[in-house]
């Protein structure tokens, strides 16, 4: 099972980007995937989730701002990220499990490498 994220880079405040994670080695239609994001010194947490069947989940911080979406057939996650500010800047991983892991991510099943999303101000 291999996890591809792309998409980070760095942009100015208020700016946008869309990451995308394409998942290889086996479907995860009945899976829940999502993002989670680690800045410089600071622990690795829940961005945002969606299920099998579409119901999304946010992190407060992000909320209104990233939009969560998977496409089933090509086997991939996304994450539109808008009007975003500093303290967005992080590695963004994508994972897998087979439920929401918004305090656990040490036991999130399925990992991609980082991509790194750096917000100037």
């Known amino acids: 099972v291999q996890l591809q994220a792309s998409g980070g880079g760095l942009v100015h405040t208020g700016g946008s980007l869309r990451l995308s994670c394409a998942a290889s080695?086996?479907?995860?239609?009945?899976?829940?995937m999502g993002w989670f994001r680690q800045a410089p010194g600071k622990e690795r947490e829940f961005v945002a989730a969606?299920?099998?069947?579409?119901?999304?989940f946010y992190a407060d911080s992000v909320k209104g701002r990233f939009t969560v979406s998977r496409d089933n057939i090509k086997n991939m996650v996304y994450l539109q990220m808008v009007s975003l500010k500093p303290e967005d800047t992080a590695v963004y991983y994508c994972?897998?499990?087979?439920?929401?892991?918004?305090?656990?991510?040490?036991?999130?099943?399925?990992w991609g490498q980082g991509t790194l999303v750096t917000v100037s101000s």
């Open positions: 969606i299920s099998w069947n579409n119901v999304t």
């Open positions: 080695g086996r479907t995860f239609n009945s899976y829940v």
């Open positions: 994972a897998v499990d087979r439920v929401v892991r918004r305090e656990t991510p040490n036991l999130v099943q399925y």
